[in-house]
């Protein structure tokens, strides 16, 4: 059985998945994160297939952080997916992205994203926003419990 995951961080570039880590571990919230680089990667592991078959539905993690521009499938699809299926529907979903458009921020939320972030340019900003998210998801928000039998 694998651990539990607090965090699924989904991003496929490097720099931003180095930042974050740093971030949460500066802030001491980097404990049981999961990071995979693409969509199809993401819907993999929270649907406990591919490579994460043996992965327990009844551990999902308490929080995923989105990135929209990603390969294999995007991040608005991957939205989707979670929202859309009722074992994972009530996991936060945290958009954090480069996008300044309108256009995403308005259909993210039309999917039911719990946040929207755009990723500020500034190193002490990123870390204070992402101290500020684990905080909030991680300690002071209530979630529910994970379904005990899950349909397929």
Same mark, same amino acid.
């Given at each position: 059985?694998?651990?539990?995951?607090?965090?699924?961080? =989904?991003?496929?570039?490097?720099?931003?998945?180095?930042? &974050?880590?740093?971030?949460?571990?500066?802030?001491?919230? @980097?404990?049981?994160?999961?990071? =995979? #680089?693409?969509?199809?990667? @993401?819907?993999?592991?929270?649907?406990?297939?591919?490579?994460?078959?043996?992965? @327990? !539905?009844?551990? /999902?993690? #308490?929080?995923?952080?989105?990135?929209?521009?990603?390969?294999?499938?995007?991040?608005?699809?991957?939205?989707?997916?979670?929202? +859309?299926?009722?074992?994972?529907? &009530?996991?936060?979903?945290? =958009?954090? &992205?480069?996008?300044?458009?309108?256009?995403?921020?308005?259909?993210?939320?039309?999917?039911?994203?719990?946040? %929207?972030?755009?990723?500020?340019?500034?190193?002490?900003?990123? =870390?204070?926003?992402?101290?500020?998210?684990?905080? %909030? !998801?991680?300690?002071?928000?209530? +979630?529910?419990? @994970?379904?005990?039998? /899950? +349909?397929?």
């Amino acid at each position: 059985m694998m651990h539990e995951v607090r965090i699924l961080l =989904v991003e496929d570039d490097p720099s931003d998945v180095q930042l &974050t880590m740093h971030a949460l571990h500066r802030n001491n919230l @980097a404990n049981d994160i999961q990071v =995979v #680089r693409d969509g199809e990667e @993401a819907l993999d592991f929270l649907f406990c297939r591919g490579n994460f078959a043996g992965r @327990a !539905w009844d551990h /999902p993690p #308490r929080m995923v952080l989105l990135d929209l521009k990603l390969p294999k499938v995007n991040g608005l699809e991957v939205l989707r997916e979670i929202k +859309s299926d009722p074992r994972t529907k &009530t996991i936060p979903v945290i =958009v954090m &992205t480069g996008s300044r458009e309108d256009q995403d921020l308005a259909r993210c939320y039309e999917l039911g994203v719990n946040s %929207y972030i755009q990723k500020p340019m500034d190193f002490n900003q990123f =870390v204070e926003i992402v101290k500020q998210l684990g905080y %909030y !998801w991680l300690v002071v928000n209530q +979630s529910p419990p @994970a379904p005990a039998h /899950p +349909s397929s």
